[in-house]
Protein backbone atom coordinates (compact mmCIF):
# COMPACT_ATOMS: atom_id res chain seq x y z
CA UNK A 1 0.00 0.00 0.00
CA UNK A 2 0.84 3.48 -0.51
CA UNK A 3 1.57 5.61 2.74
CA UNK A 4 -1.52 7.60 2.07
CA UNK A 5 -4.23 4.59 1.55
CA UNK A 6 -2.09 3.28 4.82
CA UNK A 7 -3.04 5.82 6.76
CA UNK A 8 -6.91 5.70 5.71
CA UNK A 9 -6.49 2.13 6.75
CA UNK A 10 -4.88 2.58 10.52
CA UNK A 11 -8.03 5.26 10.80
CA UNK A 12 -10.52 3.04 9.79
CA UNK A 13 -8.89 -0.06 11.57
CA UNK A 14 -7.10 1.02 14.75
CA UNK A 15 -3.37 0.14 15.74
CA UNK A 16 -0.87 -1.55 13.04
CA UNK A 17 0.85 -4.66 13.79
CA UNK A 18 4.11 -3.16 13.59
CA UNK A 19 6.37 -3.99 16.67
CA UNK A 20 9.29 -2.75 15.20
CA UNK A 21 10.16 0.56 13.48
CA UNK A 22 14.03 2.36 12.61
CA UNK A 23 14.13 5.79 12.26
CA UNK A 24 17.73 6.86 11.25
CA UNK A 25 16.81 10.15 10.02
CA UNK A 26 19.59 12.27 8.07
CA UNK A 27 22.04 13.58 10.16
CA UNK A 28 23.76 16.68 8.01
CA UNK A 29 22.28 18.90 10.45
CA UNK A 30 23.57 17.36 13.36
CA UNK A 31 26.95 16.44 11.67
CA UNK A 32 30.38 18.03 12.40
CA UNK A 33 30.91 17.99 9.22
CA UNK A 34 27.70 20.12 8.35
CA UNK A 35 26.67 23.23 9.42
CA UNK A 36 25.19 22.32 12.85
CA UNK A 37 21.73 23.47 12.52
CA UNK A 38 20.25 20.73 14.02
CA UNK A 39 15.94 20.65 14.37
CA UNK A 40 16.64 24.68 12.56
CA UNK A 41 17.81 23.57 9.25
CA UNK A 42 15.31 24.38 6.80
CA UNK A 43 16.33 21.46 4.19
CA UNK A 44 16.38 18.46 6.35
CA UNK A 45 15.65 19.92 10.32
CA UNK A 46 11.97 18.90 10.17
CA UNK A 47 12.98 14.69 9.43
CA UNK A 48 12.37 14.27 12.71
CA UNK A 49 9.29 15.18 13.06
CA UNK A 50 8.29 13.46 10.11
CA UNK A 51 9.39 10.07 11.58
CA UNK A 52 7.46 10.67 14.99
CA UNK A 53 4.41 11.67 12.54
CA UNK A 54 4.41 8.31 11.37
CA UNK A 55 5.15 6.92 14.77
CA UNK A 56 2.01 8.61 16.34
CA UNK A 57 -0.08 7.02 13.52
CA UNK A 58 1.38 3.55 14.22
CA UNK A 59 2.35 2.93 17.85
CA UNK A 60 5.31 0.22 17.08
CA UNK A 61 5.88 -1.44 20.28
CA UNK A 62 9.78 -0.54 19.65
CA UNK A 63 11.28 1.89 17.74
CA UNK A 64 14.89 2.49 17.78
CA UNK A 65 16.98 5.74 16.78
CA UNK A 66 20.23 6.12 15.16
CA UNK A 67 22.17 9.48 14.37
CA UNK A 68 25.36 10.74 14.69
CA UNK A 69 27.22 11.06 18.13
CA UNK A 70 27.09 14.98 17.83
CA UNK A 71 23.59 15.04 17.67
CA UNK A 72 24.08 14.53 21.92
CA UNK A 73 25.74 18.02 21.73
CA UNK A 74 23.80 20.30 24.45
CA UNK A 75 23.31 23.09 21.97
CA UNK A 76 20.63 21.49 19.66
CA UNK A 77 18.42 19.74 23.29
CA UNK A 78 18.03 17.24 20.09
CA UNK A 79 18.36 13.84 22.72
CA UNK A 80 16.19 15.64 24.75
CA UNK A 81 13.84 17.33 22.71
CA UNK A 82 12.98 13.69 21.33
CA UNK A 83 13.06 11.62 24.33
CA UNK A 84 10.10 13.76 26.25
CA UNK A 85 8.01 13.56 22.71
CA UNK A 86 8.46 9.89 22.54
CA UNK A 87 7.53 9.71 26.59
CA UNK A 88 4.25 11.55 25.62
CA UNK A 89 3.45 8.70 23.99
CA UNK A 90 4.36 6.21 26.59
CA UNK A 91 7.81 5.08 25.28
CA UNK A 92 10.12 4.31 27.82
CA UNK A 93 13.63 5.55 26.28
CA UNK A 94 17.43 4.39 26.12
CA UNK A 95 20.21 6.17 24.78
CA UNK A 96 23.60 5.54 24.69
CA UNK A 97 26.70 6.13 22.05
CA UNK A 98 27.82 2.78 20.59
CA UNK A 99 31.33 2.28 18.10
CA UNK A 100 32.02 -0.31 15.88
CA UNK A 101 35.08 -1.38 17.69
CA UNK A 102 33.47 -2.61 20.57
CA UNK A 103 31.57 -5.16 18.25
CA UNK A 104 34.26 -6.78 16.23
CA UNK A 105 34.39 -4.33 13.35
CA UNK A 106 38.19 -2.44 13.45
CA UNK A 107 35.65 0.94 12.39
CA UNK A 108 36.04 3.61 14.85
CA UNK A 109 32.31 4.70 13.82
CA UNK A 110 30.91 5.91 17.17
CA UNK A 111 26.59 6.44 16.64
CA UNK A 112 24.06 7.45 19.02
CA UNK A 113 20.78 5.28 19.23
CA UNK A 114 18.04 5.70 21.19
CA UNK A 115 15.60 2.27 22.47
CA UNK A 116 12.07 3.55 22.93
CA UNK A 117 9.83 0.94 24.20
CA UNK A 118 6.10 1.27 24.93
CA UNK A 119 5.09 -1.43 26.53
CA UNK A 120 6.11 -2.05 30.22
CA UNK A 121 10.04 -3.74 29.73
CA UNK A 122 13.53 -2.94 30.93
CA UNK A 123 16.49 -3.17 28.34
CA UNK A 124 19.92 -2.87 28.67
CA UNK A 125 22.67 -2.00 25.60
CA UNK A 126 25.49 -5.16 24.73
CA UNK A 127 28.66 -4.68 26.57
CA UNK A 128 31.27 -4.19 24.51
CA UNK A 129 33.16 -7.11 23.18
CA UNK A 130 36.92 -6.93 22.63
CA UNK A 131 38.20 -6.25 19.34
CA UNK A 132 39.97 -9.04 17.16
CA UNK A 133 40.80 -8.40 13.99
CA UNK A 134 42.36 -4.81 12.01
CA UNK A 135 42.04 -3.39 8.79
CA UNK A 136 44.42 -5.93 7.14
CA UNK A 137 42.27 -8.56 7.54
CA UNK A 138 39.23 -7.10 5.32
CA UNK A 139 41.47 -5.99 2.21
CA UNK A 140 41.79 -7.93 -0.90
CA UNK A 141 44.44 -9.74 -2.20
CA UNK A 142 44.54 -8.53 -6.15
CA UNK A 143 44.31 -4.95 -5.60
CA UNK A 144 48.28 -3.42 -6.59
CA UNK A 145 46.80 0.46 -7.63
CA UNK A 146 45.66 2.12 -4.92
CA UNK A 147 44.25 5.94 -5.70
CA UNK A 148 45.23 8.32 -3.46
CA UNK A 149 45.62 12.24 -2.90
CA UNK A 150 47.95 14.08 -4.62
CA UNK A 151 48.95 16.07 -1.83
CA UNK A 152 49.95 12.64 0.06
CA UNK A 153 51.91 11.03 -2.73
CA UNK A 154 55.37 11.88 -1.66
CA UNK A 155 54.79 11.03 1.99
CA UNK A 156 54.33 7.32 1.75
CA UNK A 157 57.98 6.72 2.65
CA UNK A 158 59.43 5.63 5.72
CA UNK A 159 61.27 8.32 6.55
CA UNK A 160 57.79 10.47 7.38
CA UNK A 161 56.16 7.82 9.92
CA UNK A 162 55.75 8.97 12.90
CA UNK A 163 54.35 6.81 15.88
CA UNK A 164 51.04 8.57 17.27
CA UNK A 165 49.04 7.57 20.51
CA UNK A 166 45.41 6.18 20.12
CA UNK A 167 43.10 5.17 22.35
CA UNK A 168 40.58 3.05 20.14
CA UNK A 169 43.24 1.08 17.97
CA UNK A 170 43.64 3.95 14.97
CA UNK A 171 47.97 3.63 14.28
CA UNK A 172 48.46 7.02 12.44
CA UNK A 173 51.48 7.32 11.32
CA UNK A 174 51.75 10.57 9.35
CA UNK A 175 49.56 14.16 10.42
CA UNK A 176 50.10 16.15 7.55
CA UNK A 177 48.37 19.15 9.58
CA UNK A 178 51.10 18.80 12.55
CA UNK A 179 54.46 17.34 10.33
CA UNK A 180 53.97 19.88 7.59
CA UNK A 181 51.20 22.46 8.70
CA UNK A 182 52.60 24.88 5.38
CA UNK A 183 50.89 21.58 3.32
CA UNK A 184 48.21 20.52 5.03
CA UNK A 185 45.78 23.27 6.62
CA UNK A 186 43.14 20.72 8.21
CA UNK A 187 43.50 18.28 10.38
CA UNK A 188 40.95 15.72 8.78
CA UNK A 189 41.37 12.39 7.20
CA UNK A 190 42.08 13.71 3.74
CA UNK A 191 45.70 14.96 5.39
CA UNK A 192 46.73 11.59 7.49
CA UNK A 193 47.86 8.26 7.07
CA UNK A 194 47.06 4.85 9.21
CA UNK A 195 48.53 1.92 9.21
CA UNK A 196 45.93 -1.26 8.34
CA UNK A 197 47.66 -2.91 11.51
CA UNK A 198 44.66 -0.67 13.95
CA UNK A 199 41.61 0.29 13.22
CA UNK A 200 40.02 2.76 10.45
CA UNK A 201 38.64 6.13 11.08
CA UNK A 202 35.08 6.92 10.39
CA UNK A 203 33.75 6.26 7.15
CA UNK A 204 32.43 9.04 5.17
CA UNK A 205 31.05 9.52 2.13
CA UNK A 206 33.77 10.42 0.18
CA UNK A 207 37.25 7.63 0.48
CA UNK A 208 38.83 10.32 1.97
CA UNK A 209 41.53 7.52 4.37
CA UNK A 210 45.27 6.30 3.04
CA UNK A 211 47.12 4.06 4.47
CA UNK A 212 50.84 3.52 4.89
CA UNK A 213 51.07 -0.54 3.79
CA UNK A 214 49.07 -0.38 0.46
CA UNK A 215 50.21 3.18 -0.57
CA UNK A 216 46.60 4.85 -0.19
CA UNK A 217 42.69 4.14 -0.31
CA UNK A 218 40.95 1.32 0.56
CA UNK A 219 38.96 0.07 -2.33
CA UNK A 220 34.69 0.01 -2.43
CA UNK A 221 34.92 -3.78 -1.37
CA UNK A 222 37.05 -3.70 1.50
CA UNK A 223 35.10 -0.42 2.82
CA UNK A 224 31.79 -2.84 2.11
CA UNK A 225 33.51 -5.20 4.51
CA UNK A 226 34.48 -3.07 7.48
CA UNK A 227 30.59 -2.05 7.35
CA UNK A 228 30.33 -5.72 7.72
CA UNK A 229 28.60 -6.24 4.72
CA UNK A 230 29.09 -9.43 2.97
CA UNK A 231 30.66 -9.69 -0.01
CA UNK A 232 27.89 -11.60 -1.57
CA UNK A 233 25.96 -8.38 -1.27
CA UNK A 234 28.39 -6.13 -2.57
CA UNK A 235 28.83 -8.41 -6.03
CA UNK A 236 24.75 -8.12 -6.36
CA UNK A 237 25.02 -4.41 -6.56
CA UNK A 238 28.42 -4.46 -9.04
CA UNK A 239 25.89 -6.92 -11.09
CA UNK A 240 23.52 -4.58 -10.89
CA UNK A 241 25.74 -1.45 -12.09
CA UNK A 242 26.06 0.47 -9.15
CA UNK A 243 28.80 2.78 -9.52
CA UNK A 244 31.37 2.36 -6.03
CA UNK A 245 31.00 6.17 -6.03
CA UNK A 246 27.66 5.14 -5.07
CA UNK A 247 28.67 2.65 -2.65
CA UNK A 248 31.12 4.82 -0.46
CA UNK A 249 28.37 6.86 -0.37
CA UNK A 250 26.33 4.01 1.11
CA UNK A 251 29.20 3.11 3.42
CA UNK A 252 29.49 6.87 4.98
CA UNK A 253 25.72 7.14 5.93
CA UNK A 254 25.30 3.55 6.73
CA UNK A 255 25.06 1.19 10.45
CA UNK A 256 27.59 -1.39 10.81
CA UNK A 257 25.68 -4.27 10.83
CA UNK A 258 27.53 -5.78 14.17
CA UNK A 259 26.77 -3.20 15.93
CA UNK A 260 22.73 -3.65 15.39
CA UNK A 261 23.25 -7.19 15.69
CA UNK A 262 24.21 -6.89 18.98
CA UNK A 263 21.26 -4.19 19.73
CA UNK A 264 18.65 -6.69 18.49
CA UNK A 265 20.08 -9.26 20.57
Not at 158 to 174: A, D, M, P, Q
Not at 202 to 211: G, M, P, R, S
Amino acid sequence: LDIDTYYEKLEKEGNSDIDLLISSFPCQSFSIAGKKEGFDCPKNGNLFSISYNLIKKLLPTIVIFENVKNITNKKFNATETIKEKMNFLDYTCYDKILNGIDFGIPQNRERWFMVCIRKPSSFSFPDPIPLEKNVSFFLESNIEVRKKDSRLQPFFNKEYIKTYSSSRGLKKVFDGSSQFPDIFKGGFTMSRIYSIYGSSPTFTTTNDTHFMEIRGKLSARERWRLMGLEDKQFDLLKEHQISDNLIHKICGNGIIVDVFEHLFQ
